[in-house]
């Protein structure tokens, strides 16, 4: 049996980072998880349960009613997200919870929280996250860091064909700005920064396809655990 190894992937929003890992899980026959997921659902439970952020840092103990689950949807091919045995997939892509979970992902507590149930899920191997501290933080020890980047400009174009494909109009230099502002936000916060890896391998996609990302990471991915197997 082969050797398995955890993947971190890092990088700034709208780069096609959960796409790219989804692929490698699949094609390895590893476990896929969206970190944001996670921060997406804590900030739903402390919406619903209309907690403040200073009583959450005051009694970190109100996090340990959380539960968050993923499971398998073989129709859509995706892994959902569950919150207490709900599935909460479509309400923590709302809008209410995007607008409030940057805020929410700089507590010093819900990241320890998070951080230590995303260590449990990769003690044994055969994991691909995504996310902005993965391999800084989160799996220092993964076997294959990628930190994944292209220019503002780029990933603009890209979230507003995606959108207006979806039917929803929106203006382009609105979502240039909130690209930048959201890149400000992630690599400026105190708490884990996005910051790429020293060990990490920067993926520039700003020129790729996606098929080229997909054979690419996987031939890294390929690479290490074929490396692995014969030392
Ligand atoms: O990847 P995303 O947009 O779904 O992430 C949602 C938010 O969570 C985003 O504001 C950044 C934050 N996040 C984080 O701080 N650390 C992670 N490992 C993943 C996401």
């Known amino acids: 049996m082969s050797e398995k190894i955890n993947i971190a992937i890092d990088g700034h929003s709208s780069c096609?980072?959960?796409?790219?890992?989804?692929?490698?899980?699949?094609?390895?026959g590893y476990l896929f998880i969206d970190s944001g997921a996670m921060y997406r659902a804590v900030t739903l439970y402390i919406l619903n349960?209309?907690?403040?952020?200073?009583?959450v840092e005051q009694d970190p103990a109100v996090l340990g009613n959380i539960k968050i689950t993923f499971e398998f949807d073989p129709v859509r091919s995706y892994y959902e997200t569950f919150?207490?045995?709900?599935?909460?997939?479509?309400?923590?892509?709302?809008?209410?919870?995007?607008?409030?979970?940057?805020?929410?992902?700089?507590?010093?507590?819900?990241?320890?929280f998070l951080v230590t149930q995303q260590q449990n899920i990769g003690k044994d191997k055969g994991v691909v996250m995504d996310g902005r501290d993965i391999g800084t933080v989160v799996f220092p020890d993964a076997e294959l860091k990628?930190?994944?980047?292209?220019?503002?400009?780029?990933?603009?174009?890209?979230?507003?064909?995606?959108?207006?494909?979806?039917?929803?109009?929106?203006?382009?230099?609105?979502?240039?700005?909130n690209i930048?502002?959201?890149?400000?936000?992630?690599?400026?916060?105190?708490?884990?920064?996005?910051?790429?890896?020293?060990?990490?391998?920067?993926?520039?996609?700003?020129?790729?396809?996606?098929?080229?990302?997909a054979r690419l990471s996987l031939s890294w991915a390929r690479g290490v655990i074929k490396s692995l197997a014969s030392s």
């Not at 349960?49 to 009583?55: I, R, S």
């Not at 503002?152 to 979502?175: D, F, P, S, T, W």
């Open 146 to 177: 990628i930190f994944m980047t292209a220019s503002a400009e780029i990933r603009a174009k890209r979230r507003y064909e995606e959108l207006e494909k979806k039917g929803v109009h929106v203006n382009y230099q609105e979502v240039l700005h």
């Open 180 to 213: 930048k502002e959201r890149d400000h936000m992630d690599s400026t916060r105190e708490e884990s920064p996005l910051a790429k890896a020293e060990d990490a391998i920067t993926l520039d996609n700003s020129s790729m396809t996606k098929d080229e990302q």
């Open 16 to 28: 096609g980072k959960g796409t790219l890992a989804k692929n490698l899980a699949k094609e390895l």
């Open 83 to 112: 919150l207490n045995g709900v599935n909460v997939e479509n309400e923590i892509r709302s809008m209410r919870v995007s607008k409030f979970v940057s805020p929410v992902s700089t507590l010093k507590v819900v990241r320890d």
């Open 49 to 55: 349960e209309g907690l403040g952020l200073e009583e």
